[in-house]
């Protein structure tokens, strides 16, 4: 199974297509004629956006609206740059409305969150080194993304560590100056 794309559910496909563009540097890849569907150009997984009348064909028992909603959903699509900063200002240039100013994270990744006009949660992000750090398997040089490295540098605690990879176990000490 593979992540193909993220449907958001909105009340103008084409003025959040327009503003994803203009606050995130989005480009539009595609807006049917009906502007009831619409994906932008954001790399390997596609962001789409669909009418709200779309959403009520797809789901007959209904579904919670991001932009009636006062609170944003308890989910968020993340966009990773290294310039949070810079970003979240454009984006709150562009319309949005602050959630979060940037900060800097305990295991030093920059965050901020944003929720744009159709209601949608963004989170800007620099990429993390500890989420994105890998380890090949001298075995079989298999890569792995080892999330477990960011809860054990978050925690300060450094330990054993054990993952089987296809069946075999890959084993590694992680100590806690390895979280600096």
């Known amino acids: 199974m593979k992540f193909g794309y993220t449907i958001i559910y909105v009340p103008d496909v084409s003025a959040s297509l327009d503003f994803f563009e203009k606050a995130f540097g989005f ?22 956006f669909a009418s709200h009348e779309l959403g009520e064909m797809n789901l007959p028992s209904g579904f919670v609206t991001a932009s ?24 709150l240039s562009a319309g949005a ?19 744009c006009p159709d209601g949608i949660l963004v989170e800007l992000c620099s990429p993390s080194r500890w989420l994105n750090r890998c380890l090949t398997c001298r075995s079989s040089g298999t890569r792995l993304f080892v999330a477990v490295l960011t809860v054990c540098c978050f925690f300060g605690f450094g330990g054993f560590v054990k993952i089987h990879v296809r069946g075999a176990p890959l084993s590694f000490t992680l100590g806690s100056n390895d979280c600096t």
């Open 27 to 48: 480009s539009r890849r595609f807006l049917h004629e009906s502007n009831d569907y619409g994906e932008l150009d954001t790399g390997e997984t596609t962001l789409a």
């Open 68 to 91: 009636s909603s006062a609170k944003p959903l308890g989910c968020e699509v993340a966009f990773v740059t290294s310039e949070v900063i810079d970003a979240h200002a454009t984006a």
């Open 97 to 115: 409305a602050e959630v979060k100013a940037p900060e800097t994270k305990p295991w030093g990744q920059v965050v901020s969150y944003v929720r």
